[in-house]
């Protein structure tokens, strides 16, 4: 079996969770590769809905190992509550691992969140205020602390008193914000490191493993492409690497054991936080979307903005993550619609098109987005199971994606529920179940 990267092909939010659910069933382990708490992954299984923040959508799956591995960040009491979480409602959390390697999150980074983003007035990037910018500039910046010293008994304390005397000095005299106060922390912090210690351990060696073994990995991600802080929209990105690259950075697994990519997209555009849209519809279809798909977030509970899909921008998630299929998403939220509209190009105020996703898009206001318009479907289409029962409409608007991006459809979604998913299993098997190297 094939190791796996499902990564998000627009800003986030494109309901990756739901796809790894249901592909991990099939592997030894899912990973999750980086971010933090910033990323929100719902899972509806029956009625059910799961919220996940940190965990990979896989422990759904009793059988699978799910693995944090060394590029996440992690928020100590987030994960702590999690957990819990899982247990209330009478899920194991026996096959989670966490590695040692990965940055802690501690208070000082969300304070430093909150007042850069207030520093930067009406430029700020609207993140999600959980430190997960600071946590990376810390690693970077090499005064990072790592989960493998944070649950050692003999080092946390010296090492957290220190960074925190020195972190008071900045918060004290760049921002004018009170001190933290050290014991405070410490008393709580130590807390978590006593209940995250058993399951912190030396990951990419086990990930290593399973990636040679029968049944494969599958390497979940989070944000999604246009929020990678190199090859996304920055500066308004998260601080992370998003894209499927990210996985052999995040894990140590190197890029020979990667064998398929999934891009995973909605049949519109979201994106949650400042920066450029081109296609965003602040209008009554914007609303429309916005209503029918509950685009509101699953971490911050802020409206998304909405806007028609992108093609301009599906066709550079190709390119960065070298796709190997697309998993397309939310087919049902465009019901009713007269027409749906996908943007095929750019163009400037001259006329000159643009096809390809200019580097410079976050300042490129002026582009206008050129859309070819698709004629709509009226009915209902959450309840349909198969490619053949849906309306000829919908089937034409997915086989336009297809060619616009020239990467083949493995499955299409028509609702949140595991059921509600069309595959294509001869794209499935294709592209996503050889190894190609081992
Ligand atoms: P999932 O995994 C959507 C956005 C924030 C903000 C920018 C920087 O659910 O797809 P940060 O807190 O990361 O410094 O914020 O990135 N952002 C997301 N948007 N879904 C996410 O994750 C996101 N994670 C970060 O809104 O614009
Ligand atoms: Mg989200």
Redesign the pocket.
């Known amino acids: 079996m094939a190791n796996i990267v499902i990564v ?1 092909a627009q ?3 494109e309901a990756k969770g739901k796809i790894v659910d249901y592909l991990a069933s099939d592997k030894e382990m899912v990973v999750r590769y980086g ?1 933090g708490n ?4 719902s899972v509806t299984v029956g009625n059910k809905e799961y919220k996940f923040h940190l965990i990979p959508s896989g422990i759904l799956n009793s059988e699978t190992v799910c693995v944090i591995s060394d590029g996440v960040v992690i928020d100590p009491g987030v994960l702590v509550k999690e957990i819990e979480g899982l247990h209330a409602q009478g899920l194991s959390t026996h096959n989670l691992k966490i590695s040692s390697s990965a940055h802690v999150i501690l208070p000082y980074h969300r304070l430093q969140d909150a007042l850069e983003e207030k520093r930067r007035g009406d430029s700020k ?4 205020g ?1 430190g ?2 600071p946590a990376y500039m810390d690693k970077a910046g090499r005064i990072g602390l790592r989960l493998g010293e944070f649950v050692r008994k003999d080092r946390f304390e010296a090492r957290l008193k220190a960074l925190i005397a020195s972190k008071n000095e900045l918060l004290q005299n760049l921002y004018g914000a009170d001190p933290l106060d050290a014991d405070e922390v410490f008393a709580e912090y130590q807390v978590y490191a006593d209940y995250l210690r058993p399951y912190v351990v030396d990951t990419s060696r086990l990930i290593y493993e399973a990636a040679r073994g029968e049944k494969g990995v599958l390497f979940e991600g ?3 492409t246009l ?1 990678d802080i190199d090859l996304g929209t920055y500066p ?4 992370s690497h998003p894209i499927a690259g990210g996985a052999c950075i995040g894990t140590g697994i190197g890029p020979t054991f990667v064998d398929g990519v999934i891009g995973v997209a909605k049949s519109y555009t979201t994106r ?3 920066g450029v849209f081109p296609t965003e519809q602040l209008n009554e279809i914007g609303h429309y979307i916005r209503e029918r798909g509950h685009e509101y977030g ?2 911050t509970g802020r409206p998304r903005r909405c806007g028609w899909l992108d093609a301009v921008i599906l066709r550079y998630a190709v390119q960065v993550n070298g796709l190997s299929c697309l998993s397309l998403g939310h087919l049902d939220v465009l019901s009713g619609l007269d027409t749906v509209k996908i943007c095929v190009a750019y163009k400037e105020k001259d006329g000159t098109l643009i096809t390809q996703m200019p580097t410079d898009l976050p300042y490129r206001e002026d582009l206008e987005p050129v859309y070819e318009t698709l004629p709509g479907w009226k009915e209902e289409v959450s309840d349909v199971r198969t490619y053949e029962d849906l309306p000829e409409n919908a089937k034409r608007f997915a086989k336009r994606v297809e060619e616009l991006i020239e990467v083949p459809i493995a499955t299409l979604s028509v609702g949140p529920g595991r059921e509600q998913t069309i595959i294509f299993e001869e794209v499935v098997r294709a592209r996503c179940s050889k190894r190609r190297n081992g």
């Open positions: 998000g800003w986030g939010d971010g910033n990323a929100g992954h990037i609207g993140t999600t959980r997960i910018g989070a944000q999604g929020l308004f990105v998260t601080s949650v936080g400042s699953t971490t």
